[in-house]
């Protein structure tokens, strides 16, 4: 696993009128603060990729459908520098993926309908913060397959 990321299950409780899915508490040893959550509804085999994000940590879940999240270290003094990580959240594998500053992320909809993508970032949304590269960048060691 790429130094810093971590993966939690995430807690779900059902019964006849539904169910409440949790994602992070202020509690959790994830939670560092709040910048802002939004959602990001992700069309059956689309790519969103590749973002990094050099001051906001993001804590992914997907509460609705199936997404691939792939996450690679670029950092250079990293012990896990070079690395790509792939998980597979959302319906049967519902879990917080904590991506940490300064780590390239991208995602696609692995499910036959749209996903939905939620994070609760620890910044608010600034695009001065952010730095983008097309899906199929060669710089980073990784191919899109649906």
């Known amino acids: 696993m790429i130094e810093g990321v971590v993966v939690s299950p995430l807690k779900q409780i059902e019964d006849a009128r539904g169910k409440v899915m949790h994602m992070l508490r202020r509690d959790s040893p994830l939670f560092e603060r709040f910048g802002e959550v939004y959602f990001s509804v992700v069309n059956p085999g689309a790519v969103k990729a590749w973002k990094l994000h050099t001051k906001m940590a993001l804590n992914l879940a997907v509460p609705f459908g199936k997404i691939r ?78």
């Open 69 to 146: 999240i792939v996450i690679y270290d670029g950092r250079t003094g990293s012990p896990t520098f070079g690395h790509v990580d792939e998980f597979i959240t959302g319906d049967g594998n519902y879990c917080l993926v904590h991506v940490p500053p300064l780590v390239w992320s991208g995602f696609m909809g692995i499910s036959d309908s749209f996903s939905i993508l939620a994070n609760c970032a620890t910044e608010p949304h600034d695009p001065a913060e952010a730095e983008h590269l097309n899906y199929d960048n060669t710089r980073i060691p990784y191919r899109w397959q649906a």
